[in-house]
T-cell receptor
Framework: DQQVKQNSPSLSVQEGRISILNCDYT??????FLWYKKYPAEGPTFLIS?????DKNEDGRFTVFLNKSAKHLSLHIVPSQPGDSAVYFC????????????FGKGTRLHILP | DARVTQTPRHKVTEMGQEVTMRCQPI?????VFWYRQTMMQGLELLAY????????DSGMPKDRFSAEMPDATLATLKIQPSEPRDSAVYFC?????????????FGSGTQLSVL
């Protein structure tokens, strides 16, 4: 049973436009959410995170939005650049319980020239 | 530049053989996680340790997988006997936070192929 779901296996976006990657979760105990980026033949690298006490966190071109009532979060990248082409993993954790970090299946983002 | 080191990078073995994957976490980090990446499941959590103590290994097939931290600088993941369905990329990650300061740093992974 996937507790963290990324329903779009891939996404193509024109360079310069906004990329929106979506993530849904089922466990209402999750209170901390992270996005990781992965290039081929490398390990995932941390991108941005958000606590459940917030609904938005911004870092440069990257913004994560959290909608707790819908159990949904999204990552916005604007403007999208060629180097953003990668697999993006959404992850969640319940820091008040056992702090293990659960990942989704990932979304492959292609930035088109 | 501190990093998580995993060895070997690639491993090809025959079904039934023992496989040992090693991980050197970043010095000073107190959590170590093992994940397996497959096309079907994405990044599956296999096991994790805090301060070298195993906290959760419910994601591991217990009959063939084992994870240990013999000391603070080494974590191992063993498969015995290995099966073709174990073919995947295995990632180790370490962290040094608690609660909402937790952020994991991943190694480059071990690409395992079981023939």
């Amino acid at each position: 049973d996937q507790q963290v779901k990324q329903n779009s296996p891939s996404l193509s976006v024109q360079e310069g436009r906004i990329s929106i990657l979506n993530c849904d979760y089922t466990n209402s105990m999750f209170d901390y959410f992270l996005w990781y980026k992965k290039y081929p033949a490398e390990g995932p690298t941390f991108l941005i995170s958000i606590s459940s006490i917030k609904d938005k966190n911004e870092d440069g071109r990257f913004t994560v939005f959290l909608n707790k009532s819908a159990k949904h979060l999204s990552l916005h990248i604007v403007p999208s650049q060629p180097g953003d082409s990668a697999v993006y993993f959404c992850a969640a954790s319940s820091m008040n319980r056992d702090d293990k970090i659960i990942f989704g299946k990932g979304t492959r983002l292609h930035i088109l020239p | 530049d501190a990093r998580v080191t995993q060895t070997p990078r690639h491993k090809v073995t025959e079904m039934g053989q023992e496989v040992t994957m090693r991980c050197q976490p970043i010095l000073g980090h107190n959590t170590v996680f093992w994940y397996r990446q497959t096309m079907m499941q994405g990044l599956e959590l296999l096991a994790y340790f805090r301060n070298r103590a195993p906290l959760d290994d419910s994601g591991m097939p217990k009959d063939r997988f084992s994870a240990e931290m013999p000391d603070a600088t080494l974590a191992t993941l063993k498969i015995q006997p290995s099966e073709p369905r174990d073919s995947a990329v295995y990632f180790c990650a370490s962290g040094n936070g608690w609660g909402q300061n937790e952020k994991l740093f991943f190694g480059s992974g071990t690409q395992l192929s079981v023939l």
